[in-house]
């Protein structure tokens, strides 16, 4: 009997949920349907459908080409290059956070360039307040237009074109810093020979003497507003604006004179001339 109880009580709920008259869930009553949206839940429903409008700090890193376009600049001006000043990073640089339109790279420039590589210094601000300092190395060139021998040049060999041409040079990379084409040649001369290809220095080249050992040259003799142009011999070269000795041709007599220009001296004479 007990388990005929059973067995119809199973029966009976499986047809009552079938048709309806039980439901696994309890249904909403009509009073929930009406009841007011409490605060909180207008609350989380506006979260869920507005975005936070709240303003945040937003910060960027600088990138390497923004540093190395100040160092460049700042560089340049402050060591007054001529020029092209190029730097690459021995190591990647320090990442740097500032924000964005706020911020400002101040360089210290060491006395001069080293050579081909170099330690350089700079303070990163950003809204007024220095956030990183920092000293790293560089790999540094320096490309300017020298003077450059076309053709082998001998030893006292005067210095003109097409024999010399200008040229560009990473003037860092020579032992001896090259001349720039603002040298004037035409005053020059070589004092060893300067193969093909090689930069010009001051090693290589001298002013040419304006008199030379053996020349005759004419001196003037001023006395007063009196003045006597005469014929003597360098006994030694001469460049313009030094004192040498000139032998004169006629009494064999020396005398000390100022070289004035190529192939020209001047002697002043002390006291007051006759018949003044």
């Not at 001023?222 to 005469?230: A, N």
């Amino acid at each position: 009997m007990k388990i005929l109880q059973t067995w119809l009580h199973f029966w009976g709920a499986i047809f009552a949920f079938a048709c309806g008259t039980v439901s696994l869930e309890a249904a909403p009553q009509l009073q929930d349907l009406l009841r007011p949206i409490t605060e909180k839940t207008a609350e989380e429903a506006d979260r869920q459908t507005t975005p936070d409008k709240r303003p945040t700090a937003t910060r960027a890193a600088l990138t390497e080409s923004e540093i190395i376009g100040i160092l460049l600049d700042e560089l340049t001006v402050q060591l007054d290059l001529s020029g092209e000043l190029r730097i690459r990073p021995v190591r990647p640089l320090p990442i740097v956070f500032v924000h964005p339109g706020e911020w400002d790279i101040e360089v210290s420039a060491p006395p001069s360039l080293p050579g081909s590589r170099a330690f350089f210094e700079w303070t990163v601000y950003s809204q007024g307040k220095a956030v990183s300092r920092a000293r790293h190395p560089f790999h540094v060139e320096l490309w300017d237009e020298v003077w450059v021998a076309r053709q082998r040049v001998r030893r006292g060999d005067s210095l003109s074109r097409p024999a010399i041409e200008p040229a560009l040079r990473d003037v860092l990379a020579e032992r001896n810093r090259p001349l720039d084409t603002s040298v004037e040649l035409n005053e020059l001369e070589a004092v060893t020979t300067i193969l093909e290809g090689k930069p010009l220095t001051w090693r290589d080249v001298e002013v040419r003497p304006a008199v030379r050992r053996g020349d005759v040259i004419d001196v003037v003799l001023e006395q007063g507003s009196l003045s006597i142009t005469m014929p003597a011999q360098a006994t030694s070269d001469g460049k313009t604006g030094e004192v040498i000795t000139l032998r004169n041709t006629q009494t064999r007599r020396e005398i000390q004179a100022v070289i004035t220009a190529p192939g020209r001296a001047r002697v002043h004479l002390s006291g007051t001339p006759p018949n003044s």
